[in-house]
């Protein structure tokens, strides 16, 4: 694995645990020689992962739209900051960066991010493994609406698994080694391929 893109929030968070733990997983994915690829800021949890890579040799690629570049303070020491045109493009050129994903706390902008990386796999677009690093337990409420979805029968079984939570981002990169992608979403049944 040579690079994962990190989804996460340009706010600090009401605890210093968030940023702490995207310092912890900043020097993690530096001792492991990966290139974090994320949204470019300089500031909140963003700017704290950023910040680890960098002071422990890591390399950073930051993707950015011109409209953000400003607004979110973009990272003047990254190893590269790649300026596109729209939030459509940054999500793809990462996804393109990407071998796997990691979503940290944030907004409804890191949870669409995640969202459409989760549907990607559901649909086969990528076989890239998709983590949530679970921390202070800010994903459960997330993770209760998967099992809600599941029970309703909105989400197959085989598809809630496609995130692997975690709260130490040693065990999380652990996983991604293994992960194995679920099959591809499909609506043809087997009684009509026969």
């Not at 649909?123 to 993770?143: E, S, T």
């Not at 085989?158 to 080694?177: G, H, T």
Request: proline share 4%.
């Amino acid at each position: 694995m040579k690079s994962i893109a990190v989804f996460c929030g340009s706010s600090d968070g009401a605890s210093d645990v968030y940023i702490e733990s995207a310092r912890r997983l900043g020097k993690e994915l530096a001792n492991r020689k990966i290139t974090l690829v994320y949204g470019g800021a300089s500031v909140g949890v963003m700017g704290a992962l950023a910040d680890a890579v960098l002071e422990h040799g890591g390399k950073v690629i930051g993707v950015m739209p011109t409209f953000l570049e400003q607004r979110e303070i973009s990272h003047k020491r990254l190893t590269e900051l790649i300026v596109v045109g729209s939030m459509h493009e940054r999500k793809a050129k990462m996804a393109e960066l990407a071998d796997g994903f990691i979503v940290l706390p944030g907004g409804p902008g890191t949870l669409e991010e995640f969202f459409e990386i989760f549907t990607w796999t559901q649909l086969g677009l990528h076989q890239k493994p998709c983590g949530l690093l679970n921390i202070n337990q800010y994903f459960n409420p997330l993770i209760e609406l998967f099992n809600h979805m599941t029970n309703e029968k909105f989400l197959h079984e085989k598809y809630r698994s496609i995130a692997i939570v975690e709260d130490d981002p040693k065990r999380l990169l652990e996983k991604f080694y293994s992960y194995e992608p679920p099959t591809i979403k499909t609506y043809i049944t087997d009684e009509k391929q026969t």
